[in-house]
């Protein structure tokens, strides 16, 4: 028996992403995907400047702890983004719409103490976990498998604000 199954090549293959799940899944998901690029982005960005400029007590400790942070936090980033260019979608990551766009407060310049470090960097995560809840809540009517990004995610940065904040917290 001769197979006739015609093998896919360029021509037959779909090449807009968007048919699979459809526009308005598509344009669903990205209203929460964006934003968390965005943040996570500037997350990265705070996280290295914080990293250089944290100065005091347990300074060897945070600054290891405020790299590994970064590392996630791009990791993340990246994440997201390729998930929101799956679903046929651009992503803006650029560092003037992250700039613009962010909702993270702003991180104080300059050197900085490591409690006042901590504080900072554990409200921005606070803003970031915001938009995280939000999608969270809002995707499980649009796409579970973006809802289990986010939660990933989720789980992974609630774990690095525990460990930052546990340097202020009191006993």
């Known amino acids: 028996m001769t197979d006739t199954t ?51 007590q347990n300074f060897i400790g945070l600054h290891e702890l405020l790299d590994v942070y970064v590392d996630h936090v791009r990791e993340w980033a990246d994440m997201v983004a390729e998930r929101t260019v799956a679903l046929g979608l651009p992503v803006d990551g650029r560092i003037q719409t992250v700039a613009s766009s962010t909702t993270t ?14 504080a900072h960097v554990v409200s921005q995560i606070d803003a970031t976990l915001e ?14 498998s973006s809802q289990d990004v986010l939660i990933e995610i989720e789980r992974g ?15």
Not at 49 to 55: E, I, K, S
Not at 131 to 144: F, P, Q, R, S
């Open 6 to 56: 015609i093998a896919p090549n360029a021509e037959t293959v779909k090449q807009d992403t968007t048919s699979i799940w459809g526009a308005d899944v598509a344009s669903g998901v990205a209203q929460f995907l964006q934003p968390l690029v965005v943040n996570l982005t500037a997350l990265s960005v705070d996280g290295k400047q914080a990293h250089w400029h944290v100065r005091g």
């Open 105 to 118: 407060p702003t991180l104080t310049e300059g050197f900085t103490s490591t409690s006042d470090t901590v």
């Open 131 to 144: 938009i995280l809840h939000k999608g969270i809540t809002d995707l499980d009517d649009i796409d579970l």
């Open 157 to 171: 940065l609630v774990k690095d604000r525990w460990m930052l904040f546990a340097h202020i917290a009191q006993a």
